[in-house]
């Protein structure tokens, strides 16, 4: 009797040896082969946009508990209630519910859900991670992490993101590997456009030194002891040497001699269909790409150009303006953004309304705030927290219920 119990205890301490080894198999495939860890659930099966700038389909709005999700003719999807909701990339939605955070996309499935502490958006496919006051990246298509090991991390551009330790600052590719040492100050671009990154050297005694531009590989390619640069767009940047800007290639060859600035409150704008915005003596123009003017810097302020229209700054008022100058909307308002869908925002006497490109007013100046969707759909504020939606003509969409 005796033998059969001890033959037993060692057939059940047997299949307890095995059950623990192929468990410890299992999790060692899932932590480093599978789409799953103890903290990440990636869903590569739940798709998204490839396009960064993808539009919203859904619209956010408040109930008792948190928040859930309206389509654009107000109906609303009650049977998921998050603690917290906002916009993301890739027309995806992060939310939160209790200890997991994560990012649904436009069916209201979750293409990737953690309980770690992440950012509330993405760059190329990486949410940033925070853990132990050190932060890294999680890819939300397959689940693998890039350790959280750095004082500071910034978002991937064109496939590199800067990485901060000691405070000096490096870049890694998206497997973690440092293509670009950790021996830049922090006071650089931070993010690659057009394969090129402003760097800035760091003095002996730790200030911000000259700055240059770099390419993937960490090679010094533009480097004529400028101060400061901004990000290259349609092949053209500015440059800051003193109190002065200059145009510049992607080559650095200068473009014109023409100089810009100072600049006091702001710096040089990007260029956009082949026009800036820059600065001369105090006042505001467009400059074209081989850096003439198209409207002379004449302006108290233009904002950036969109669509060949831009909102400008004349006698104390907004107004809008096409590329070469000529009046669309007098400039006769205390606030005018940027239109979008052919609408914007206004204020009179500290309260907003919507306007069309043709000057016709929407909604009256009436309310706290206004928000022009990607969608198309404007989110108007009653009060700090009350909202409803409309669409780009004022129909409502959606309101609360009283």
Not at 369 to 380: A, G, T, Y
Request: proline share 3%.
């Amino acid at each position: 009797m005796n033998q059969r119990y001890i033959r037993i205890l060692a057939i059940v301490l047997a299949v307890i040896c095995i059950v623990g080894i192929a468990i410890y198999g299992v999790m060692e495939y899932i932590e480093h082969k599978g789409v799953q860890t103890r903290n990440v659930t990636a869903n590569p099966d739940m798709t998204y946009s490839a396009d960064v700038n993808t539009p919203h389909d859904l619209l956010i709005v408040p109930v008792e508990g948190g928040y859930c999700f309206a389509n654009q003719s107000g109906v609303v999807f009650k049977n998921n209630i998050y603690d917290i909701a906002s916009l993301a990339n890739y027309g995806l939605y992060y939310a939160q519910t209790g200890s997991k955070q994560g990012f649904l996309n436009s069916s209201l499935n979750f293409v990737f859900i953690t309980d770690e502490t992440i950012s509330s958006n993405l760059s190329e496919d990486f949410v940033i991670y925070k853990r132990n006051n050190k932060s890294g990246f999680i890819n939300i298509k397959t689940g693998e992490k890039i350790e959280a090991v750095y004082d500071m991390v910034y978002d991937f551009s064109e496939g590199l993101a800067a990485v901060s330790k000691d405070g000096k600052i490096g870049f890694i590719n998206t497997k973690g590997e440092l293509i670009v040492p950790n021996i830049y100050h922090s006071s650089g671009r931070h993010s690659f456009k057009s394969g090129l990154c402003l760097v800035t050297e760091i003095n002996a005694d730790g200030s911000a030194g000259t700055s240059y531009y770099i390419d993937k590989a960490g090679n010094k390619v533009i480097d004529n002891g400028y101060d400061y640069g901004m990000a290259f767009y349609e092949n053209r940047t500015f440059v800051k040497t003193g109190e002065i800007w200059n145009l510049i290639d992607e080559k650095g060859n200068l473009i014109t001699k023409e100089d810009f600035g100072p600049y006091t409150n702001s710096v040089p704008g990007k260029f956009s269909g082949g026009y800036a915005v820059v600065v001369k003596d105090g006042l505001y123009g467009i400059i074209n790409a081989d850096g003439e003017y198209v409207v002379n810097p004449k302006h108290e302020f233009i904002s950036d150009i969109t669509g060949n229209r831009t909102v400008f700054k004349s006698g104390g008022k907004f107004g809008y303006m096409n590329i070469d100058g000529s009046v669309v909307i007098s400039p006769v308002y205390e606030s005018l953004g940027n239109f979008k869908f052919g609408i914007a925002t206004y204020s009179e006497q500290g309260k907003f309304g919507v306007i069309r490109e043709d000057g016709v007013r929407i909604t009256p100046p009436e309310y706290k705030k206004i928000e022009i969707l990607d969608n198309s759909c404007v989110k108007i504020y009653t009060d700090a927290k009350m909202y409803f939606y409309t669409d780009r003509y004022g129909n409502k969409i959606w309101e609360p219920k009283k």
